[in-house]
């Protein structure tokens, strides 16, 4: 943390354990990446993956972002997990558990060494088991893939959890407070219309649709 | 749309039907808001929420972002709803299902008059049926939120979905292709540790989780 992320708003939803951040990361399939040109942000949903200590993202050579993520331009990394409505007996009051995770700093890209084991990473993240299953990737495909990696030296955590904190004049109510826990989840696979018959549906895929 | 708002890469994905980008908000808890102070981008999560022609964003007076917003600091509002992932036959090849709304401009301040309406509208879009069991705000309540709308005149709406596209060589692979939808739902209502006794659940919150 530096004086650039620390929460001036809310302090108390700071928080400064390493396993939160990294349980942020875990859970995330995008990030929002913000960069600027000439004083105007540009905030974009990117595919991400812990590598390491640093977080990958991918995306593609032609994209303005990526040129500029490949420049080192400064940028912010945002991964946030909105996890329940809390409802509170005042509008006031009424809020949103969430988890969210701010990175600053430069991305740095990915040498041609790395390049292999990070998109291979980057698979594993978002298609848990998949990789064993998949062909490699041909050195055009490596050649036609940007990928970066963001430093998490610099994060911000936030956690915003608890009770609804109702106001002492507020607790007379006949309103009904509490939580309501936000889930994602997979649906049932859909078959590709071009699926050769009889090729059935991989038994980690019931895993991830079971949760 | 405009030359900044132009999907570059992937021009395929940009999306002009009015409806899908309401869509997007409609569905909408949080939208990321990006500013850049010095050159430096900073986004976080804000509560969003329509508002006529504009989208609403609410934070608190005492934050930075929100100083910015309030200023009228160029700044870049991203919604982001990811749907599913494609499981195509081969890594290069899988994807994700999303749609994402980018948002380009400065918000402007609510007025005193128009405040109470759009607080409201606010609590209707997050907490739907809730406003009309809740009491009024008071003045101190109102005064220590803050409320900035933001335009949506120069916006730019990607939709990626659709079958996974493999390459002709691999369609004779023996992996499983397809679409694994990705649901967000609510769950079970969880009472307040502090609920008076014999307070129900409201029937509302019932149909919210029964999506």
Chains 1, 2 share one sequence.
Request: charged letters at 20%; one cysteine or more; hydrophobic letters at 40%.
């Amino acid at each position: 943390m530096s004086e650039r992320t620390e929460v001036h708003r809310s302090p108390h939803k700071q928080n400064h354990d390493p396993e939160v951040a990294k349980s942020i990361i875990s859970r995330a399939l995008v990030a929002h990446v913000a960069i600027s040109v000439d004083g105007q942000p540009f905030a974009l949903p990117v595919a991400c993956a812990p590598f390491k200590d640093e977080l990958l993202l991918h995306g593609s050579n032609a994209s303005r972002l990526f040129k500029a993520l490949m420049d080192g331009t400064p940028a912010c990394v945002t991964i946030t997990h909105v996890e329940g409505l809390v409802l509170a007996r005042s509008s006031y009051e009424s809020s949103m558990h969430y988890q969210s995770l701010m990175a600053l700093g430069s991305a740095r890209l990915i040498s041609e060494g790395e390049k292999r084991p990070a998109l291979q990473a980057l698979t594993a993240h978002l298609f848990p088991q998949r990789p064993s299953e998949l062909r490699q990737s041909t050195e055009q495909e490596v050649n036609a893939t940007s990928i970066v990696a963001f430093p998490l030296n610099e994060i911000s955590v936030k956690v915003s959890h608890g009770q609804p904190k109702d106001k002492d004049f507020d607790m007379d109510s006949d309103i009904w407070a509490g939580i309501l826990p936000i889930k994602v989840s997979y649906g049932q696979p859909i078959p590709a219309d071009n699926l050769r018959p009889g090729i059935p549906v991989p038994d980690y895929i019931a895993t991830w649709v079971a949760g």
